[in-house]
């Protein structure tokens, strides 16, 4: 259980284009899901921080304009990346959290997705 | 605030031979202590997580580690390594500031490039 995929895995697209990459919890109802940037040998920066049904929070410094993040459902969040610049190639990772567990208790764990590699040429 | 600091960002170890990767974090208050590993180009996997109890926490592949208080310390530790075991390994901490109570974010070390020669 408590699986997340992203899609696509990699994308190659040119200077000024627009790029969606989705993150779906696929057993599980997702309450939250989180996005990360990771640049080559570095560690994971948290982006934004989603709630089903609510505006995005984004982190100090990360554009909300340019990094667009849609959490309509439970189980998907997808994030835009528009007019995207060489700058923009980065690895992407989501994670998803549920905060209810059957029981009625807290999932207290973060869940990974595989995640995107994003090349803009 | 939280932080955390992995003093080591590469250790090359040849295979069969323990390993420790050393994490410290710093904290005001009560937090949640987490290793993920990667594989290139691949997410994250929890290796081991301390919420609370025991301070000796054992996790997937062999690896446990021990939360000190004291110290504020987390190491990651291996008796016997496999080539499988290269990897990226990642030490975060989160707070209980979520929702509810809940686990917070997770902010991560700047990862310890395990390197496992034959």
């Known amino acids: 259980g408590a699986v997340v995929s992203q899609h696509p895995s990699r994308v190659i697209c040119k200077s000024g284009t627009s790029v969606k990459i989705e993150c779906r919890s696929l057993?599980?109802?997702?309450?939250?899901m989180f996005w990360y940037r990771q640049f080559p040998k570095q560690s994971l920066m948290l982006m934004a921080t989603?709630?089903?049904?609510?505006?995005?929070?984004?982190e100090q410094g990360v554009e909300k304009d340019k990094f667009l993040i849609n959490h309509a459902s439970l189980t998907l969040s997808t994030l835009t990346v528009t007019s995207a610049h060489p700058e923009d190639s980065s690895f992407y990772i989501c994670s998803a959290r549920s905060l209810l567990t059957p029981s009625g208790g807290f999932y207290n764990e973060q869940f990974f997705g595989p995640g995107t590699r994003l090349t803009v040429l | 605030a939280q932080s955390v600091t992995q003093l080591d960002s590469q250790v090359p170890v040849f295979e069969e031979a323990p390993v420790e990767l050393r994490c410290n974090y710093s904290s005001s208050v009560s937090v949640y202590l987490f290793w993920y590993v990667q594989y290139p180009n691949q997410g994250l996997q929890l290796l081991l997580k301390?919420?609370?109890?025991?301070?000796l926490v054992k996790g997937i592949n062999g690896f446990e580690a021990e939360f000190n208080k004291s110290q504020t310390s987390f190491h990651l530790r291996k008796p016997s390594v496999h080539i499988s075991d290269t990897a990226e390994y990642f030490c975060a901490v989160s707070d209980l500031t979520g929702y509810g109570g809940s686990q917070g974010n997770l902010i991560f070390g700047k990862g310890t490039k395990l390197s496992v020669k034959p």
């Open positions: 057993d599980f109802q997702a309450t939250t």
């Open positions: 301390y919420l609370s109890g025991s301070t």
């Open positions: 989603s709630n089903e049904g609510s505006k995005a929070t984004y």
